[in-house]
């Protein structure tokens, strides 16, 4: 198959999870012998069109039109406020992009990661392509006052494109909630790079320079947690529930590792708080792989997460992970619960900071356990998330689509 994807980030243009996910499926792809072009905003630096890995990169730089838009605006739309910049940016991307798209075709399917590639493939759905939309997160989970125009949008391109993809059941229960058909929907796993987290990889030596980084005794109990530093992570929960935790485990230490609108406020806590270290910097995949092996337990309270790449992570790691679990969450897909035959972490409810700190002290309770179920979680992840099954999967929706509008 020749597959266009529409998409906000591609190495080196990462933010989050979006990017890795579909640098790595990309690839995975080509390596089954399929073709795959990548369609994507291009920054400073970067050339027009390259070759990634087997991947037909196509960048574009966007050419915001506000002087000659601004008579246009309605009210709804300069309620965008600073955010109005970047709705053009997206825009003009989005119109290079389809209009590349059409030149460089034709192509058998095209596919919108979220909703901000979905204007132009809308466009290319227009013109006779399959659509299929992937859905990684939706506005009314991301925002505490959901824009209503990215609502309609969202619900829009569910409607018009021909399947939905999306990383959970949780997902799919959202999306049907909002109205789209649960026939149309599809759920494909993300993956993780299981050789590359790996912890026969890690170098003792470097792990003990890590260890004597941040100040770290031999009996010191490290808790950890890697994302962005924003409410929807949970991150302020987590660090109100460690006053409990400490209650038993009081060589407990906190590191949270990420950037966000919460620097400022978890460094001011970090400053007052003795248990806890904020680190901000950049972590590339090799550092962060060293961050889960220096835990001894990895902390994801989550209030609202589609899927969640570092719980994967931490699994390949052999890490034990205490998830949030209500709401949508796609974590306690990935994590097993200690009630079932093969427990690899525990859920909790991360709008509770006493049930936080449950789940860590329940988790912590028995080193041997808590061995027992890191090495649950690799062989778990080894056995369903692996970039190649996600693939496999996707692969064969991708020709579903496909064979649908012939």
């Known amino acids: 198959m020749r597959v266009a994807y529409l998409c906000t980030e591609f190495p080196p243009r990462i933010y989050g999870g979006l990017g890795v996910y579909v640098d790595c499926i990309s690839k995975e792809l080509v390596a089954l012998e399929q073709n795959v072009s990548v369609f994507v905003p291009r920054d400073a630096g970067l050339a027009s069109y390259e070759m990634a890995g087997g991947v037909e990169v196509f960048r574009e730089i966007p050419v915001p039109m506000r002087d ?39 192509f058998d399917l095209c596919v919108a990661h979220d909703w901000l590639a979905l204007p132009g493939a809308l466009a290319v759905k227009q013109k006779g392509t399959p659509l299929i939309y992937h859905v990684h997160g939706l506005e009314t989970g991301r925002s505490e006052h959901p824009n209503p125009q990215l609502v309609t949008l969202e619900k829009k391109g569910a409607a018009t494109a021909d399947l939905v993809i999306t990383v959970s059941e949780a997902m799919k229960q959202e ?79 906190l590191l949270i590792v990420g950037k966000g609108s919460l620097e400022d406020l978890i460094r001011s806590e970090a400053r007052r708080l003795g248990f806890l270290t904020l680190v901000t910097d950049f972590v590339d995949q090799e550092a962060k792989a060293y961050h889960y092996a220096l835990a001894d337990l990895c902390v994801f309270p989550s209030l609202y997460e589609p899927f969640g790449i570092v719980a994967l992570e931490a699994a390949a790691m052999g890490k034990v992970a205490v998830v949030g679990a209500s709401g949508v969450s796609g974590l306690r897909e990935i994590v097993e619960n200690p009630s079932t035959g093969m427990p690899t972490g525990v859920h909790i409810n991360p709008q509770d900071r006493g049930d936080i700190a449950w789940g860590i002290n329940l988790a912590l309770e028995d080193p041997d356990r808590l061995k027992a179920w890191g090495n649950n979680a690799r062989e778990r992840v080894l056995k369903k998330f692996t970039w190649r099954q996600a693939a496999e999967i996707t692969l064969e929706i991708y020709k579903e689509a496909a064979i649908s509008q012939r």
């Open 175 to 253: 999306l049907t909630d909002l109205g789209v058909s649960a026939e149309k929907i599809r759920v494909c796993y993300h993956g993780v790079d299981s050789e590359f987290f790996n912890p026969t990889r890690i170098d003792p030596g470097r792990l003990e320079k890590l260890r004597e980084k941040y100040g770290l005794g031999v009996d010191d109990t490290l808790i950890l947690f890697i994302g962005r530093l924003e409410p929807v992570k949970g991150v302020i929960q987590l660090i109100q529930a460690m006053p409990k935790v400490l209650e038993k485990n009081p060589r407990a230490r």
């Open 68 to 106: 000659g838009l601004e008579v246009f605006f309605s009210s709804q739309s300069l309620a965008w406020g600073p955010g109005l910049d970047l709705l053009l940016d997206l825009l003009s991307y989005n119109q290079l992009a389809a209009s590349r798209l059409l030149q460089e075709g034709p």
